[in-house]
């Protein structure tokens, strides 16, 4: 946030009246003679930092500092850096070089606040980012790094680096195999800069002043925290006094970067936890101990828990943990108005089997993939188990593969997505990409659903047509389906063009986020 202030200008006490005219004379005349002491004051410390003696009765020593003659080095850091502060980034650069003693206060946090740096994609410009990250990382609140865009888009080559790819001697195919190679390269000193950055700040004070905020806190009650770059640490929460955990309503801590078997919370310290009615985890985290302490007498009902299941924290982290049926049996007769949201990312199909427990209040439910697709199984075990809770279902793949989109319904009868509109009978929002969606089936989900299905986005690339509806030279096949589907929904409908244009694609946690954060304010 920033704030400007206007000061106006000191008005003369009086000045709109005769009486004050005096008293207007009387200010005037003291400033002049503050104008005077500061000029005098000015003048003394110009001669200071030229190294003269002052002339006159006064003593020999007098402006001596620690037994030598006052200088430019012998000047208290204070005064350095207040004199720093009236100069450019540039001028205080040349200024430091003066002495050690002047370089030492050049990097004082209230210097740099924010700080642009402009770098090309060049290995030479590693040792300069160092410096600076080791100079300014811990304390910056405000960093920008640019990158030459000539130099990116180039591959890093020029006229005289050996950046030009000579077609004569290898053909298209030498050609691009090296222009191939010179981007890699190139990617990866991007990434090397990019990482020096990344490993600098997470030292940053902003981790402490985080913790501070908890220390200091004495009415809080919603605390969230997402995909943070670290800043949230397993030993934050102990920065909390017991009565403000008594009194916290919402608690979402969310980070996939915890190395190992940390965890941000434990069972232990979610007993003091006992007014919470909202709570977002890692999924690895939310194990069967922490379940019970939930289901304890001297908890409120737990209403809505959001649950995060990442490829990387399932790779590091156990499973064997994680409640079994009963403890989500027990857990929904203590919270009968309990809601859950699972987002679940490059998770494999054998993992869900194991996470996707029958007795789970499955509200909503997103699937994100670049390496693992859903399969149609999944999808029918969903629409089987959480007929009765299911609202949102978001299904996205951005997996490379030249075949095409894999086809949910194949070998199968009926369409798992058909189904999943036939039996949850709650469902509002349905969200596709990636998966191949048949026109006459998305047709029928639209007429199944009804007015009910409050969102419908399904990317046009995912729409697929029958042969029979192509052949047919008398109806246009996708003016059909756009007509179809705006009279299933009683709305008008049309499929997503732009898939950039939508956070749930191209930033599925920050959609994650929000969404949990929307799904748990509604209670």
Same mark, same amino acid.
Request: proline share 4%; aromatic share 8%.
């Given at each position: ?36 002491q500061? #000029?005098?004051?000015?003048? =003394?410390l110009?001669? *200071?930092? %030229?190294?003269?003696? $002052? /002339? @006159?009765?006064?003593r ?33 650069l040349?200024?430091?070089?003066s002495c050690?003693?002047w ?17 090309r994609v060049?290995?030479?410009?590693q ?16 960093l ?8 990116? #888009?180039?591959?890093?080559? =020029?006229?005289?680096? *050996?950046? %030009?790819?000579?077609? $004569? /001697? @290898? ?8 222009l191939s ?7 990866r ?45 397993p ?5 909390l006094?017991n ?7 919402h ?11 940390s965890t ?11 007014n ?17 302490v939930?289901?304890?007498?001297n ?8 649950l ?21 049996k027990a857990l ?14 490059d ?20 699937f ?9 199984a999944?999808?029918d075990?969903i629409s ?10 978001i299904?996205?793949n ?37 998966y191949?969606?048949w ?28 042969q029979?509806?192509l ?17 299933g929904l ?17 930033e ?16």
């Amino acid at each position: 946030m920033l704030l400007f202030l206007s000061v106006p200008q000191p008005r003369p006490p009086g000045a709109r009246t005769r009486a004050g005219a005096a008293r207007v004379a009387r200010w005037r005349r003291q400033r002049q003679r503050l104008r005077l002491q500061q #000029l005098r004051r000015l003048r =003394g410390l110009l001669r *200071g930092l %030229r190294g003269r003696p $002052r /002339t @006159g009765s006064l003593r020999r020593g007098r402006m001596a500092l620690c037994g030598q003659a006052a200088g430019a080095a012998s000047l208290p850091s204070e005064l350095i850096v207040h004199i720093f502060s009236f100069l450019s980034a540039s001028d205080r650069l040349r200024a430091s070089a003066s002495c050690s003693h002047w370089r030492e206060c050049l990097f004082y946090p209230a210097l740099w606040p924010q700080l642009r740096i402009c770098l090309r994609v060049s290995p030479s410009e590693q040792p300069r980012l160092e410096f600076l990250m080791r100079k300014c990382g811990w304390f910056v609140r405000e960093l920008r790094v640019e990158f030459a865009a000539e130099n990116y #888009l180039s591959g890093g080559g =020029g006229p005289g680096d *050996g950046g %030009r790819v000579d077609t $004569r /001697t @290898g053909g298209e195919e030498v050609e691009a195999l090296q222009l191939s190679t010179r981007w890699l390269e190139v990617l990866r000193t991007y990434l090397e800069l990019v990482l020096c950055v990344l490993v600098s700040i997470r030292n940053n004070r902003i981790q402490q002043l985080f913790e501070e905020i908890l220390s200091n806190s004495r009415q809080l009650k919603w605390l969230s925290c997402g995909f943070m770059l670290e800043i949230v640490t397993p030993t934050s929460l102990s920065s909390l006094s017991n009565s403000i955990a008594n009194t916290m309503e919402h608690l979402s801590l969310l980070d996939n970067n915890i190395p190992g078997n940390s965890t941000l919370i434990t069972a232990v310290e979610l007993e003091q936890f006992v007014n919470l009615r909202s709570l977002a985890l890692d999924f690895c985290d939310f194990t069967a101990e922490m379940a019970r302490v939930l289901t304890d007498n001297n908890h409120v009902p737990l209403q809505r828990l959001s649950l995060l299941v990442h490829n990387v924290s399932v790779m590091h982290k156990s499973l064997d943990n994680m409640p079994n049926d009963e403890h989500w049996k027990a857990l929904s007769r203590k919270s009968t108005n309990l809601r859950v949201y699972i987002m679940a990312f490059d998770i494999k199909s054998e993992d869900m089997l194991k996470i996707l427990k029958p007795s789970i209040p499955l509200e909503r439910i997103h699937f994100d993939s670049y390496i693992t697709c859903v399969s149609g199984a999944i999808v029918d075990l969903i629409s089987r188990q959480y007929d009765k809770f299911l609202t949102h279902f978001i299904l996205m793949n951005d997996v490379i593969d030249t075949s095409g989109f894999p086809d949910l319904s194949d070998n199968r009868n009926e369409d798992p997505l058909v189904l999943l509109a036939w039996r949850c009978t709650k469902l509002s929002l349905l969200a596709i990409h990636g998966y191949t969606v048949w026109a006459h089936n998305l047709i029928a989900i639209a007429r199944l659903r009804g007015s009910d299905l409050k969102v419908l986005e399904v990317t046009e690339e995912s729409i697929d047509f029958d042969q029979g509806e192509l052949a047919d030279q008398d109806v246009d096949p996708v003016h059909n389906l756009i007509e179809q589907v705006s009279l299933g929904l009683g709305q008008p409908w049309h499929a997503i063009m732009d898939i950039e244009s939508l956070s749930v694609f191209t930033e599925p946690n920050r959609h994650f986020y929000r969404e949990m954060q929307s799904f748990s304010e509604d209670i």
